[in-house]
């Protein structure tokens, strides 16, 4: 635990990006070849994760820790464009790979955009729409996707047995996408997906033979045997819940991929209502053990990774 805290009151800072960046737009789409790729050499690793309002993600720790383990050297750094909004996506990209970095995590809101700006995706990514993870190889980006099976691994472990012939997904962004695709696999019979944005639940169900957009939040919930929430609604920095608490009922199982804080509004009321929860330990775990591969070539053990962060306690 001393471990883990060290890390984060050391390390767990905004990346200080140079203003003297190596910006190129990619070379067109293709898809990703079937050849493995090298990986990085002399077992030492540098990577990132961008986003915004990331300061307390446990990712760092756990990609740190790792690596230790296995007896290579990593540096894992927060690229938190809240703290310096000046770099833009293209720019942080162009830095890091520049720079040497195996790779870099992506996390709200750049799942989507961070498309544009790779040369490969992998069938997962293609599939969801969204890329989570980016490796840097031989001057090319590949773009992949293990929020879904991160998820799938989440939900399938933490909440065993659960019912799935109707559920509402409550955001269509780049997550959203990543959940409700799992949740399709997994054999969901129903899935309705509720998004503010105009289109966007529309946008998402096409492509997913049992979704359909739910445009009435209670009519939805009246009906559902689940709830999940991919918004970033709940966040430390986006306090509330996704959806009004009085429609949520104890027959409901409820699952939120937010870990900052790990029990968030949602959760707690699910809780109260005795309603079984999920919360986004599970995910965030088994999305870094398969980016860690992709990152270093090297499997990760799943019971490590969680024994990381589980030793940074409740936020």
Known sequence: MDRAVHYVLTNCTAWNIFSQCVVGRPRKMQSEPSAKLTTASAGSFRMGLVGRGIRLSRTPAMHEAEAATLGMTCRYELIDRDVDPVHDLPEILSRAEAEGFAGLNITYPYKQDVIAHVHHLSDAAKRVGAVNTVVFRDGLRFGHNTDFWGF????????????????????????????????????????????????????????????????????????????????????????????????????????????????????????????????????????????????????????????????????
């Open 152 to 315: 799938k691994e989440s939900l399938r472990t933490g909440l065993p047995g659960v019912e799935l012939d109707d559920v509402l997904l409550i955001g269509a962004g780049g997550a959203g996408a990543a959940l409700a695709h799992a949740m399709a696999d997994m054999g969901a019979a129903r899935l309705r997906i509720h998004d503010t944005r105009g289109g966007a639940a529309l946008s998402l169900a096409k492509g997913i033979a049992v979704a359909e957009p739910a445009r009435d939040l209670a009519e939805a919930a009246a009906g559902a045997s689940g709830i999940v929430n991919a918004t970033p609604v709940g966040m430390a920095k986006m306090p509330g819940t996704p959806i009004a608490q009085t429609l949520l009922e104890a027959r409901h199982w409820v699952a939120d991929i937010i870990y900052f804080p790990l029990e968030t509004e949602l959760l707690r009321t699910a809780s109260a209502l005795g309603c079984r929860t999920l919360n986004g330990e599970g995910m965030a775990v088994f999305q870094a053990v398969r980016a860690f591969q992709l990152f270093t070539g090297h499997s990760a053990d799943p019971c490590g990774m969680r024994a990381t962060f589980r030793a940074m306690g409740a936020v």
